[in-house]
């Protein structure tokens, strides 16, 4: 049984950085897609970051292109989401999900992609 736990999440002000973990069970990350992805009140969850090839590939949305960096330790089972400079904007819960496939062109346009979802960890930007 695969289980996503995410941790990390809290209150900064802006300017501020964080760090959330994902850890994976019964899931070997291989060459599989995983994402983070987020959520605003009232908004659709959206993309943030994924990482593909083992590792090797990593994609970002515009909107934090240079501020985050999504990183995987395969030995630990974990999956990173480094955050800095962070925004008012960034606010949302902050959700990591898992793909038994590799990475296709939708693996930030469709949820379906993604087999297996953590709870989320909510993440509080103040200005």
């Given at each position: 049984q695969?289980?996503?736990?995410?941790?990390g999440?809290?209150s900064v002000?802006a300017?501020?950085?964080?760090?959330l973990?994902c850890?994976a069970?019964?899931?070997t990350?291989?060459?599989?897609?995983?994402?983070?992805?987020?959520?605003?009140?009232?908004?659709?969850r959206?993309g943030?970051?994924i990482?593909?090839?083992a590792?090797?590939?990593?994609?970002?949305a515009?909107?934090?292109k240079?501020?985050?960096t999504?990183?995987?330790?395969?030995?630990?089972?974990t999956t990173?989401?480094?955050?800095?400079?962070?925004?008012?904007?960034?606010?949302?819960?902050y959700?990591?999900?898992?793909?038994?496939?590799p990475?296709?062109?939708?693996?930030f346009?469709?949820?379906?992609?993604?087999?297996y979802?953590?709870?989320?960890?909510?993440?509080?930007?103040?200005s």
């Amino acid at each position: 049984q695969v289980q996503l736990v995410e941790s990390g999440g809290g209150s900064v002000q802006a300017g501020g950085s964080l760090r959330l973990s994902c850890a994976a069970s019964g899931y070997t990350f291989s060459r599989n897609c995983f994402g983070w992805f987020r959520q605003a009140p009232g908004k659709e969850r959206e993309g943030v970051a994924i990482i593909y090839a083992a590792g090797v590939g990593t994609y970002y949305a515009d909107s934090v292109k240079g501020r985050f960096t999504i990183s995987q330790d395969n030995a630990k089972n974990t999956t990173y989401l480094e955050m800095n400079s962070l925004k008012p904007e960034d606010t949302a819960m902050y959700l990591c999900a898992a793909s038994q496939r590799p990475c296709s062109r939708y693996a930030f346009s469709r949820l379906t992609e993604y087999n297996y979802w953590g709870q989320g960890t909510q993440v509080t930007v103040s200005s």
